[in-house]
Each structure stands twice: as C-alpha cells, then as structure tokens.
C-alpha cells in the first residue's frame, strides 16, 4: 500500500519537497500531499513496529536516507541508494545473526552506522584524493 502510494504521488511529492513556494505556485496541493505522505508514514511505521521494534525502525527510517542524502543530490538515486543501505543492514543483520550469539538488531543498527559513516566520512576523503571540488 505505502510503496503504491509513494509511486502514485512521487513526482508532486518531490516538487513538493525541493521547493514548496514553487510548488504551491504551480498548482501542486502542497499541504494535502503532506498529510498523506504522513499517513502512509504512519501506517508503514505502526505495521513495521509490531515485527521489529520501535529503535529498529527509527535506525531504517533515518539512518539509509541521511546516508543517501550524503551521497547523492538526485532524488531517484537517493531513493534507490536508500532501499539498498536498508536492505544491506537488514540482510547482513540476520545473516551476522545467524552465526553469533548477538541480537540481529544490535548488527541491524550497526551496518546502518557504518553505511553512514562511510558516506559522512569516506565519500568527501575520496572526492579530495580524486581531485574533485566538494561543497
């Protein structure tokens, strides 16, 4: 339901978000967009939470979008970069699981981390080694 929604609603929901002055300028429902970018959030969120928890989902809501967010400015990317962080510490996660005896959220939260500290940290090292301009 939440992934239909978002397909249905991407393009306003992204205009809405990069600018929404201009948006709202343009005829685009910036307020009713929200509440139902909202409402899908929370019925994904009061869905999610009964299997995993409240701290995990905060960790796959937060932590794979900042990530995203610092490894690409084109929104599409960022999407698709987001799902991947996400589903690389839910995946690993089990998998490290599997073969300990920690919890899978402790492995869950700590990919995500990592991920993100790799992007914060690692991509504008790597930008300067290459010689390209950062912000």
Known sequence: MTIVGLGVMYRPLTFATVDPVVAEARGVPVR????????????????AVQVV?????????ITPGATAER???????????SV???????VG???????????VSFYVATIAFVCYLAARFGAPALERLQGVPTD
Do not use: D, K, Q
Not at 71 to 81: D, H, K, S, Y
Not at 84 to 90: I, W, Y
Not at 93 to 103: E, R, T
């Open 32 to 47: 009713l967009i929200s509440i139902l970018f909202l409402l899908m959030l929370a019925a994904a969120v009061a869905e």
């Open 53 to 61: 928890g409240v701290l995990l989902i905060l960790t796959l809501l």
């Open 71 to 81: 490894l690409t400015a084109n929104p599409g990317l960022a999407t698709v970069t």
């Open 84 to 90: 991947g962080v996400a589903l690389l510490a839910t």
């Open 93 to 103: 996660g089990i998998l490290l699981a599997l073969v300990s005896s920690w919890p």
